[in-house]
């Protein structure tokens, strides 16, 4: 599919205009960008339909520092170097300041990191059809693992050149992985972990000590001494009095380091505010948007490698995406979830128990109802759906409980030490917390069937247990 991005660019001048045309027309993006041209009197009437609008701002309005607040997702051009611009301008609505002279290799990414990141581009991308043929070029391409390389280029410092070589295209591939793992198309692994800044989700972060006291960033590491005879402790440079250390606080000399003073730790002292401390403070300062914190507030990001799922693999060969896979929706986000070879050998282990021991065991196997649906009527969200629903059900259930996916819309439990009585106490308690899961009634009110089958001696082997379960089913 085509894609076009509407540019406007705002304020300026001839010459400005004419080479951020030149620029913008060189990056030879399969996306094409319509670009135009709109007074700054006329901004605040700029359609929805822009999709990013270069504000360069005037010469008059540059000198004041002034920054107007924008509506559109906007890069900032401006000749106000004053160091709170950074910081004013993302407040304002910016997602990108470039300072004047404007460089194509500053022009370029930036305009990159608004668009290709947009949802409007990464919606785009999720139609069947296009997921589709996304997959056939993976599977085609013979990678059977996309793996990140990092690049100081990228907003999160890592790309998948993999899936550039498959789409030709300069775009987000992380968003658009994340989003087909979300459908159960990938499993990821993770790779790697960035901290972004909280405010423009940039990952090019200055991490720097600073002193706890005034926050300068002046601060200097030294030794300290304490004299133990009158307690005083201070920097060695304030004991060092020609070739001798001279308490400054009792004037007696220093002789025995061990028996008269030590040298305990290193310390950090304030060249502003005189303060000693053992650690400074870090502090982190971004580098796009100038936005100063705590290394705590920052935002965690996992970088991923992505392998196909045999839901995608069936996909490529039949040529259809065909319902939903709750395997591959589960088993990434949750490790109490067993395989179903293990879950069959665990139902023959208490098969056994019970007809040599009569201990008793059940077997339930939960459907979750209009997954179909829910994946046609909401494919992005369905993933979420299932997460909350499974986080839901296992709340009920205690540790020794086993669950494993039965098929692409059933789970299986194994209820150890429960009978039939006991199990029916669970179901209800499952079905209880399904209830009250609110927030998933916009997209569709939660509809579980269960089917409770009690192991007994009559039950020859796993198989004759299941098909009672599954014939439960049927019978409703
Ligand atoms: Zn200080
Ligand atoms: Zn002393
Ligand atoms: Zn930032």
């Given at each position: 599919?085509k894609?076009v991005?509407?540019?406007?660019?705002?304020?300026?001048?001839?010459?400005?205009?004419?080479?951020?045309?030149?620029?913008l027309?060189s990056?030879?993006?399969e996306?094409?960008?319509?670009?135009?041209?709109?007074?700054?009197?006329s901004?605040?009437?700029?359609?929805?339909?822009?999709?990013?609008?270069?504000?360069?701002?005037?010469?008059?309005?540059?000198?004041?520092?002034?920054v107007?607040v924008f509506?559109?997702?906007?890069?900032f051009v401006?000749?106000?170097?004053?160091?709170?611009?950074?910081?004013?301008?993302?407040?304002?609505?910016?997602?990108?300041?470039?300072?004047?002279p404007?460089?194509?290799?500053?022009?370029?990414p930036?305009i990159?990191?608004?668009?290709?990141?947009?949802?409007?581009y990464?919606?785009?991308?999720?139609?069947?059809?296009?997921v589709?043929?996304?997959?056939?070029?993976?599977?085609?391409?013979?990678?059977?693992?996309?793996?990140?390389?990092?690049?100081?280029?990228?907003?999160?410092?890592?790309?998948?050149?993999?899936?550039?070589?498959?789409?030709?295209?300069?775009?987000?591939?992380?968003?658009?992985?994340?989003?087909?793992?979300?459908?159960?198309?990938?499993?990821?692994?993770?790779?790697?972990?960035v901290?972004?800044?909280?405010?423009?989700?940039?990952?090019?972060?200055?991490?720097?000590?600073?002193?706890?006291?005034?926050?300068?960033?002046?601060?200097?590491k030294?030794?300290?001494?304490?004299?133990?005879?009158?307690?005083?402790?201070?920097s060695?440079?304030?004991?060092r009095?020609?070739?001798?250390?001279v308490?400054?606080?009792?004037?007696?000399?220093?002789?025995?380091?061990?028996?008269?003073y030590?040298?305990?730790?290193?310390?950090?002292?304030?060249?502003?505010?005189?303060?000693?401390?053992?650690?400074?403070?870090?502090?982190?300062?971004?580098?796009?948007?100038?936005?100063?914190?705590?290394?705590?507030?920052?935002?965690?990001?996992?970088?991923?490698?992505?392998?196909?799922?045999?839901?995608?693999?069936?996909a490529v060969?039949?040529?259809v995406?065909?319902?939903?896979?709750?395997?591959?929706?589960?088993?990434?986000?949750?490790?109490?979830?067993?395989?179903?070879?293990?879950?069959?050998?665990?139902?023959?282990?208490?098969?056994?128990r019970?007809?040599?021991?009569?201990?008793?065991?059940?077997?339930?196997?939960?459907?979750?109802?209009?997954?179909?649906?829910?994946?046609?009527?909401?494919?992005?969200?369905?993933?979420?759906?299932?997460?909350?629903l499974?986080?839901?059900?296992?709340?009920?259930?205690?540790?020794?409980?086993?669950?494993?996916?039965?098929?692409?819309?059933?789970?299986?439990?194994?209820?150890?030490?429960?009978?039939?009585?006991?199990?029916?106490?669970?179901?209800?308690?499952?079905?209880?917390?399904?209830?009250k899961?609110?927030?998933?009634?916009?997209?569709?009110?939660?509809?579980?069937?269960?089917s409770?089958?009690?192991?007994?001696?009559?039950?020859?082997?796993?198989?004759?247990?299941?098909?009672?379960?599954?014939?439960?089913?049927a019978?409703?």
């Open positions: 599919m894609k991005f509407n540019v406007v660019i705002v304020g300026a001048r001839e010459e400005e205009y004419r080479n951020l045309k030149t620029s027309e990056a030879r993006f996306t094409s960008l319509a670009i135009s041209r709109a007074e700054v009197t901004m605040q009437r700029l359609s929805g339909q822009t999709d990013l609008m270069i504000y360069c701002q005037e010469e008059e309005e540059a000198a004041q520092c002034h107007p509506v559109n997702k906007t890069i401006t000749s106000c170097y004053e160091k709170g611009i950074l910081l004013e301008a993302f407040k304002k609505g910016a997602a990108y300041v470039l300072f004047r404007l460089y194509r290799a500053e022009l370029l930036a990159r990191n608004v668009l290709f990141f947009s949802k409007k990464r919606e785009a991308n999720l139609s069947d059809a296009s589709l043929s996304f997959l056939k070029d993976v599977a085609e391409s013979g990678v059977t693992v996309i793996e990140p390389v990092s690049s100081p280029f990228k907003p999160t410092g890592h790309f998948y050149p993999d899936v550039l070589k498959i789409t030709g295209e300069l775009e987000n591939e992380e968003a658009h992985l994340d989003a087909l793992a979300d459908r159960g198309f990938f499993t990821k692994q993770l790779r790697n972990r901290r972004l800044c909280e405010m423009c989700e940039s990952y090019q972060i200055n991490y720097r000590e600073v002193c706890p006291a005034c926050s300068s960033i002046d601060i200097v030294g030794q300290m001494v304490h004299h133990f005879p009158c307690g005083h402790v201070d060695l440079e304030t004991f009095q020609g070739a001798d250390l308490c400054p606080k009792c004037e007696e000399t220093l002789r025995h380091i061990g028996i008269d030590e040298k305990p730790t290193d310390y950090f002292k304030c060249a502003q505010c005189q303060t000693i401390v053992p650690e400074p403070v870090v502090e982190l300062e971004c580098l796009v948007c100038g936005l100063v914190c705590r290394p705590d507030e920052t935002v965690e990001k996992n970088i991923y490698s992505y392998e196909m799922t045999p839901h995608a693999w069936e060969r039949s040529g995406i065909k319902g939903v896979d709750l395997g591959a929706l589960l088993y990434d986000h949750h490790t109490n979830l067993y395989n179903k070879q293990y879950f069959e050998l665990e139902l023959k282990r208490e098969l056994i019970t007809k040599r021991y009569h201990a008793p065991f059940t077997l339930i196997l939960a459907r979750i109802e209009k997954i179909e649906e829910i994946q046609k009527n909401h494919p992005d969200r369905v993933a979420w759906y299932v997460n909350n499974f986080r839901a059900l296992s709340q009920g259930l205690r540790e020794l409980d086993t669950t494993c996916v039965w098929d692409a819309q059933t789970l299986g439990l194994i209820l150890a030490e429960t009978d039939f009585d006991g199990a029916l106490v669970v179901v209800n308690r499952i079905h209880d917390a399904i209830q899961l609110e927030y998933l009634f916009d997209i569709c009110r939660p509809e579980v069937s269960f409770v089958v009690q192991g007994d001696a009559s039950h020859l082997t796993v198989d004759d247990l299941v098909s009672r379960a599954m014939a439960d089913f019978d409703g």
